[in-house]
């Protein structure tokens, strides 16, 4: 029963994250109850000082945060207003979540009694009725684990960090983490620089049969597996391939199965979303919030999917039960199971694991409310609806023919697959990183053959190519490789990257890849040498594996503080005093100093490496690299017509923080700046010149034509290359999947 006083009329004032959340609960729990949002965590560790009592069992010292000051008033006066008020303390059912409903109860002043504890792993009416009618304690196993994982990283933020200012350069930091994180990038891109191609060959023959023609590729020669890595080679076998006489050797069938994908959990999810639509991490968890916490779909407000972040598989019964009805309606009999299928792999070190990420309402189909979405939330919500019904659909029956084609010593092989029973495949199919290791659900047709048959060679085909080196990471590889190694948890895996990138340690660049940055690269190399223990993959995942045993339960979290600080901090106090500045930035070069003929040394500044001399500061020349003195030059020569818009003096190319950019030449008289842009395909409107991105003085990106002052065209929205379909006027990019014709207001829907 909800809770309540014999005879007394409670007041509830139920307490969530956000807004969202909130508006979502209002709508259907009625006036009975009052919901206030958080925003979030209210107390945390102050940012000023290390606020954790190393001396005395590493207590931390929590205050309310000062963003958070007025929301907590708020929260306070609705508990006066209301007498005999009830709190219920509904954030998200993870770590995170019990440790807000923990600090509220703190932070509110609650007295035991007056607040109860509920969760609800979807937003919807009879979840959340539930949840009230079931409330339970605050799990303070939770809260310690969340707690140790907090004073884990700021320990490690906040003695490491300051060694990193006075050894590398200030303003560096370094976390738990983060710095491994960064290390499988930097340790791919060695992979990738010492990788030494080798040669290969691709042979393979176009035949014909009686019946039609097929391509067969070389599988054997002798017996043996083929092997051609070198042209000599190659000429050998082409020569005997194009006298050979090709006869059917053997014809295999075999019917298989394939199976479909598990529902999603979080780095599924992540991964998915980034090779089917183009999302970055975080914009994926941002958009999966959003559906979660709920949304207007005609006269119905509720979370669309269940929690997503979730390592585990499971899939409710009341949910199972449902799937079987909804699919015969949809696809027919043939595609339902009898019984649910079942997914007990569960991801490493799985915590907080109670179901799989699902629409709440599997007939709540993509169709049916996508006018109710924008169109990332409705790509977004399709792909889970479609990943969650195929679990739950009938195998993929394939008819698999494998014909081995005899040519004197040598063995091809050509395969067909036809696909009986499509199964799940008609709802969805996983991708791939690999796009040829993808499951296809094309039919691959041989003709018809029999064992001993003649076949006529029509043209011997070979290509040489050299293996590949290892790809680098994009960020949907990198969540499955920290997945796989037990580097953070789901709820870790998207700030984890968002904050390497935003320090300037990684970069990701256009094809999407990541890429170490020349401090990434110093810093990492700093940590591996000096920290080579807590920079190990096995040691994190480890960690990982103590904070889980906390919110099992089975450890407590001050012992396993102790254990990880007290070697640590001895560590860092004894590389206080051994390491020198000069040991880890600077490199001696084969450069000479034109102003004193002294060797230059590489040293790293705020916009990365650059020359210095080695006298410095007796001598205190300093010259670009030689590979970005050769850019800069190549980018003086392209810029060397600007103007300046303000007084019209020559733009010349500087190197800032952020890269190269436009600074006016009659510095510091005029100091106008402008970000190095390269003309737009699409010309301006008025007058047909080029159109290049600009800034505001407070730092805001528009676009503007060339020929100003002349010409002063503009917009705030990035203009697209290809005109209007209606009436040929300038379209710009309304949204990442939205252009708008600036003349007609034609609205188009676009890939990402």
Known sequence: MIFQKKGIIMNHLIIVESPAKAKTLKKF??????????MGHIRDLPKKTIAIDTEHDFKPEYEISPDKTKIVKELKAAVRKLPDTIVWLAPDEDREGESIAWHLVYALGLKKGQYRRIAFHEITKPAVLKALENPRAIDINLVHAQQARR?????????LSPLLWTKVRAGLSAGRVQSVAVRLIVDREREIEAFKPEEYWNIDCDLEAKKGKFNAELHKIKGKKAVVDNKKTADKVLKDLNKA?????????????????????????????SRKLGFSVKQTMVIAQQLYEGMEHG????????????????????????????????????????????????ARGAQEAHEAIRPTD???????????????????????????????????????????????DYDLTAKGEVIKHAGFMKAYIESHDDPAKAISDKDIILPAMEEGEACDLEKVNSEQKFTQP??????????????????????????????????????????????????????????????????????????EDKLDDIAHGEKEWQPVIREFYEPFIKTVELKKKEVKKSDVINEKTDEICDKCKAPMMVKLGRNGKFLSCSKYPECKNARPMKEDAEKE????????????????????????????????????????????????????????????????????????????????????????????????????????????????????????
């Not at 600009?694 to 917009?715: H, L, M």
């Open 362 to 408: 599997l007939s709540k189909t993509p169709k049916d409310i996508k006018d109710h979405l924008d169109p990332r939330q409705y790509r977004l919500y399709k792909m889970i609806w479609e990943r969650t019904i195929a679990c739950q659909m009938a195998d993929a029956e394939v008819d698999v023919t494998t014909v081995t084609v005899k040519a004197g």
């Open 151 to 159: 004073i884990l990283d700021r320990l490690v933020g906040y003695k």
């Open 29 to 38: 729990l009625g006036a009975k109850y009052t919901v206030k949002a958080s």
């Open 245 to 273: 006489d090709y006869k059917v050797d053997k014809i295999v069938k075999k019917a298989t199965k394939r199976k479909p994908a598990a529902p999603f959990i979080t780095s599924t999810l992540q991964q998915e979303a």
């Open 299 to 346: 006269k119905d407000h509720t979370g669309l999917i269940t929690y997503m972040r979730t390592d585990s598989y499971n899939l409710s019964k009341v949910f199972l039960n449902g799937v079987p009805k909804l699919v015969k309606k949809l696809y027919g009999p043939e595609y339902a199971l009898s019984t649910p299928r079942v997914f007990t792999k569960k």
């Open 633 to 752: 030059k190549e980018l003086q020569k392209e810029f060397k017509d600007e103007k300046c818009d303000k007084c019209g003096s020559a733009m010349i190319v500087k190197n800032g923080r952020f890269g190269e950019f436009l600074a006016c030449s009659a510095y510091p008289k005029c100091k106008t700046t402008r970000p190095l842009s390269h003309a737009l395909k699409v010309k301006c409107p008025d007058c047909g010149s080029d159109i290049v991105e600009k800034r505001t003085k407070r730092g805001k990106v528009f676009y503007g034509c060339t020929g100003y002052p002349k010409c002063k065209f503009a917009t705030w929205k990035k203009p697209v290359d290809d005109p209007c379909p209606v009436c040929k006027g300038l379209q710009v990019q309304a949204k990442k999947d939205l252009v708008k014709c600036e003349q007609c207001g034609k609205e188009t829907e676009v890939e990402e």
């Open 470 to 543: 290892p790809a680098r990471f994009t960020e949907a590889s990198l969540v499955k490789k920290m997945e796989h190694e037990g580097i953070g948890r789901p709820s870790t895996y998207a700030p984890t990257i968002s904050t390497v990138i935003s320090r300037g340690y990684i970069e990701k660049k256009q094809d999407k890849k990541l890429y170490p940055m020349d401090i990434g690269l110093i810093v990492n190399d700093f940590l591996v040498k000096h920290f080579s223990e807590i920079m190990e993959y096995q040691f994190t995942a480890h960690m």
